[in-house]
């Protein structure tokens, strides 16, 4: 079975611009979420998507957003780059089985974004 | 939402030593809780998990009890070997529940082991 793939897997933007990073989850995996991780504040949760619905947000900013297509993909975007979005954008799919908060995430390998 | 704390490496043990990583969390009820993996040049993986109370989560060796009575899920290894050097993280999930994924990871804790 092929693993999470992110695309692309490099960026370099300026500020004020807007980023789109797409992922696709695991075959037969209907959620996916985001995590930014940096050195400074470790890896933290953006959002997680289910069905093309949103389920669950963390604590950023609406310029960070995302959606998920019927095919289970799933793009994240982010507006108005600051210097401080610099990080790698991790995208986890996992089966999603409503009412199973323990389901493992499975983990594709990023993508680093540096905002100059 | 929910929260991990865990021990910041870097931790550098010599080959065979004996290994703790601690990890407390705070949570509404009792989540699942998680040990994730990044081995240098690799993606996070999961290495172990206990999803109730007094669970022992267990793989490669590793292992780590759920106690809800002190709000820890330290991991454990009797003898570290230079393949476990990697980035250690505790988790959780972001909101206590069920019904939705996404998770809340601790710092990660970096460790070194050394022949």
């Known amino acids: 079975k092929a693993g999470v793939t992110q695309t692309p897997r490099y960026l370099i933007k300026t500020r004020g611009q807007q980023v789109t990073l797409s992922c696709s989850p695991i075959?037969?995996?209907?959620?996916v979420s985001w995590y930014q991780q940096t050195p400074g504040q470790g890896l933290q949760f953006l959002f997680e998507?289910?069905?093309?619905?949103?389920?669950n947000k963390g604590n950023f900013p609406g310029r960070f957003s995302g959606r998920q297509f019927s095919n289970s993909r799933s793009e994240m975007n982010v507006s108005t780059l600051e210097l401080g979005d610099s990080a790698l954008y991790l995208c986890?799919?996992?089966?999603?089985?409503?009412?199973?908060?323990?389901?493992?995430?499975?983990f594709g390998p990023g993508t680093r974004l540096t905002v100059l | 939402g929910n929260s991990v704390t865990q021990m910041e490496g870097p931790v550098t043990l010599s080959e065979e030593a004996f290994l703790t990583i601690n990890c407390t969390y705070t949570a509404t009820g009792y989540p699942s809780l998680f040990w994730y993996v990044q081995y240098p040049g690799e993606g996070l993986q999961l290495l172990l998990k206990a999803t109730k109370a007094d669970d022992k989560g267990s793989n490669k060796g590793f292992e780590a009890t759920y106690r809800k009575e002190t709000t820890s899920f330290h991991l454990e290894k009797g003898s570290v070997q230079v393949s476990d050097s990697a980035v250690y993280f505790c988790?959780?999930?972001?909101?206590?529940?069920?019904?939705?994924?996404?998770?809340?990871f601790g710092k990660g804790t970096h460790l070194i082991i050394q022949p």
């Open positions: 075959s037969g995996h209907r959620s």
């Open positions: 988790a959780l999930p972001f909101l206590s529940g069920g019904g939705a994924d996404g998770l809340t």
């Open positions: 986890a799919s996992s089966a999603g089985l409503a009412g199973a908060s323990g389901d493992e995430q499975f």
């Open positions: 998507y289910f069905s093309e619905t949103q389920r």
